[in-house]
Nanobody
Framework: QLQLVESGGGLVQAGGSLRLSCAASGSISSITTMGWYRQGPGKQRELVASITSGGSTNYADSVKGRFTISRDNAKNTVYLQMNSLKPEDTAVYYC??????????????WGKGTLVTVSS
């Protein structure tokens, strides 16, 4: 069974930092793109950042210069370092991964989410 488990959310004051982690587990052959999405109160889910297996990154304009995505391919883990947090960053953050299972099928997987709350 393929699954993604996020950790690292919490409550932080504006200007503070948090680091999110997401570990993929199960019968995994490889993972291509991994990413972080978020859904704020009353908003649609949006892409925050993504990273390919080769290390190419993509960021939403709203987080450029403040957030950094990275990954450890050996551990099937992706990270999101969030600095200079703003109240508008408050959201549930979801991990996403395009996984090739050892059985040969490809699956897009989602974690259950971790809540980030930024107080003003």
């Amino acid at each position: 069974q393929l699954q993604l488990v996020e950790s690292g959310g919490g409550l932080v004051q504006a200007g503070g930092s948090l680091r999110l982690s997401c570990a993929a587990s199960g019968s995994i052959s490889s993972i291509t793109t991994m990413g972080w999405y978020r859904q704020g109160p009353g908003k649609q889910r949006e892409l925050v950042a993504s990273i390919t297996s080769g290390g190419s990154t993509n960021y939403a304009d709203s987080v450029k210069g403040r957030f950094t995505i990275s990954r450890d391919n050996a551990k099937n883990t992706v990270y999101l370092q969030m600095n200079s947090l703003k109240p508008e960053d408050t959201a549930v953050y979801y991990c996403n991964a395009d996984v090739l299972a050892r059985a040969g099928f490809r699956m897009n997987c989602w974690g259950k989410g971790t809540l980030v709350t930024v107080s003003s």
